[in-house]
Structures are given as structure tokens and as C-alpha cells.
């Protein structure tokens, strides 16, 4: 069964928007990955977040973690056409899990010239 | 610099026959491996992963197996394809975690995929 939730599933902005992705989850984690794909291609790591930590950025990304609500999101800042891709959130599942990653179903960016 | 192969690329199969994914990563030692499908449009499924040798857990009962017969390579098969088994497999691997007790998983590198479609 799916750990992670994206949402929303597609989304749709103009070049220079802001895009904000959100993920939630249902058992404890240690922490939360946030990846990449391009169109056919295999996924690329963005940025991992710890479950003590709130709040990471790397470059134009910035990523929250609420453990009380079980959520976190992905903003990416001032998008760009190159942005395009699906974005899916992962966890490593907790205390029942080991050596694991479980995705979402992600989320479609499209950005627009 | 560490790299991960996968192949092939993509494969047409009938139903009833035989199928072997392929997946070999360079630059690291004692990888965790892993393979995951993803289905169109979908986000990706948990198959098999391993953590050494021979270790092989497995997520999801299915038509599929995978072994692992040298550290750095990791081979999903099947013996008699099912039209459900068409999909996009991503092999992965990650560092193992140093210490004892600790059970985190970190960054997991992919490789570009195989793109099944078994008619």
C-alpha cells in the first residue's frame, strides 16, 4: 500500500510561479525524501528531511515537515520551464520498515513558457 | 564516482516467456539494492530489495523473483511473463547504514529503467 500521498496529482503554472507540492503519510518516519522525474527517465534525489527537522531549502526548493499533521511539502520557487517533471515524496518507513523507501503516487508539474 | 547500469532499455515480450531485467552499480561496495515497477502515470511499487549477498526480501507476491549473485548485481526474472507484468522497472541502490542499530534509509540512486511491455 502507498505511504505517501501527493497532492495535488497534476498541476499546472506559468514560468516565474511559485509550485507547491504537498505529501502525507501514515506511519512514524525516520525521515522524508522528495525526487525528480523526468518524462521516461529514472528518479533523481532532491532533498531529504530528518523527522526533527521543519524546514530544509537547497537553491530554488524548499521543503516542510509537520510529524504532528504527518505532512510535508515542496515549494519550488520562481519555476522554470525545466522544472516540468513529477514530483514524488518518499519515506523510510519507520520502525516497520528497514533498508526501504516507499513512494507516493506523485505529482505532475507542468511549467509553462 | 559511483554509477548504476540497468538493461535493457526496453523489451517487448509474449505472454508465457521468460524475462530477465539486469541492473550492475560501480563505484561502491555492499549497496543496498533495490527494484521497483511503476505503472503508467503512477508512482513506483516496492518489488524486491536486498542488503547483502544472497539476502533477498521481497514486498509484494507476485510472478517475480530476484537474486543477487555478486554484491554489485542485482537480476529480476521471471519465468513465465503475465500481461500484468508490463511496466517501467527502476533498479536502485543506497548506502548501506553505517553502525550498528540503525535502520535509516538515505538518498537512493536510479538507474534510467526498463521499460517492459509484454503483449
Known amino acids: 500500500s502507498q505511504q505517501g500521498e501527493e497532492d495535488p496529482q497534476a498541476l499546472s503554472i506559468q514560468e516565474g510561479e511559485n509550485a507547491t507540492m504537498n505529501c502525507s503519510y501514515k506511519?512514524?518516519?525516520?525521515?522524508l525524501q522528495w525526487y525528480r522525474q523526468n518524462s521516461g527517465r529514472g528518479l533523481v534525489h532532491l532533498i531529504l528531511?530528518?523527522?526533527?527537522?521543519r524546514e530544509k531549502h537547497s537553491g530554488r526548493l524548499r521543503v516542510t515537515l509537520d510529524t504532528s499533521k504527518k505532512s510535508s511539502s515542496l515549494l519550488i520557487t520562481a519555476s522554470r520551464a525545466a522544472d516540468t517533471a513529477s514530483y514524488f515524496c518518499?519515506?523510510?518507513?519507520?520502525?516497520?520498515?528497514?533498508?526501504?523507501?516507499?513512494f507516493g503516487a506523485g505529482t505532475r508539474l507542468a511549467v509553462h513558457p | 564516482s559511483q554509477t548504476i547500469h540497468q538493461w535493457p532499455a526496453t523489451l517487448v515480450q509474449p505472454v508465457g516467456s521468460p524475462l530477465s531485467l539486469e541492473c550492475t552499480v560501480e563505484?561502491?561496495?555492499?549497496?543496498?539494492l533495490y527494484w521497483y515497477r511503476q505503472a503508467a502515470g503512477r508512482g513506483l511499487q516496492l518489488l524486491f530489495y536486498?542488503?547483502?549477498?544472497?539476502?533477498i526480501s521481497s514486498e509484494v507476491p507476485q510472478n517475480l523473483s530476484a537474486s543477487r549473485p555478486q554484491d554489485r548485481q542485482f537480476i529480476l526474472s521471471s519465468k513465465k511473463l503475465l500481461l500484468s507484468d508490463s511496466g517501467f522497472y527502476l533498479c536502485?541502490?543506497?548506502?548501506?547504514?553505517?553502525?550498528?542499530?540503525?535502520?535509516?534509509?538515505?538518498?537512493?540512486?536510479f538507474g534510467e529503467g526498463s521499460r517492459l511491455t509484454v503483449l
Open positions: 528531511i530528518r523527522s526533527n527537522e
Open positions: 563505484g561502491t561496495s555492499n549497496p543496498n
Open positions: 536502485a541502490w543506497s548506502r548501506a547504514p553505517s553502525g550498528t542499530g540503525v535502520r535509516k534509509t538515505g538518498e537512493l540512486f
Open positions: 506511519t512514524s518516519i525516520n525521515n
Open positions: 536486498s542488503v547483502g549477498i544472497g539476502q
Open positions: 518518499a519515506t523510510d518507513a519507520g520502525s516497520g520498515g528497514y533498508n526501504k523507501l516507499i
